[in-house]
């Protein structure tokens, strides 16, 4: 099994910054891409910023400038900067990963994870 745990969310100034974590445990061969996700109250989910293997990097253009993804191989853990926060930045945060596991008959195949998300409000 593995499982994704994000931390770091919570209420903060306009202006602000924040520093989201999320971390992949269980019985993980490799990780591919790890992104975060985010869905505002009435919205769609959608993608802030995505990170290779590598360390190639996008990002949502609402977001360029402001947020920051890294990741740590090591630890098999995603980070996503906040800084100038905005109201409109308000929602559930989401990490996302694409992990390979062994599986039963010894072979590798990549699966798709979530965490169960952390809130970020930002106040005007």
């Known amino acids: 099994q593995v499982q994704l745990v994000e931390s770091g969310g919570g209420l903060v100034q306009a202006g602000g910054s924040l520093r989201l974590s999320c971390a992949a445990s269980?019985?993980?061969?490799?990780?591919?891409?790890m992104g975060w996700y985010r869905q505002a109250p009435g919205k769609q989910r959608e993608l802030v910023a995505a990170?290779?293997?590598?360390?190639?990097?996008n990002y949502a253009d609402s977001v360029k400038g402001r947020f920051t993804i890294s990741r740590d191989n090591a630890k098999n853990t995603v980070y996503l900067q906040l800084n100038s926060l905005k109201p409109e930045d308000t929602a559930i945060y989401y990490c996302?990963?694409?992990?390979?596991?062994?599986?039963?008959?010894?072979?590798?195949?990549?699966?798709?994870?979530w965490g169960k998300g952390t809130l970020v409000t930002v106040s005007s």
């Open positions: 990170i290779t293997s590598g360390g190639t990097t």
């Open positions: 996302n990963a694409r992990i390979v596991v062994v599986t039963a008959t010894g072979g590798l195949d990549e699966y798709g994870y």
């Open positions: 269980g019985s993980i061969f490799s990780i591919n891409a």
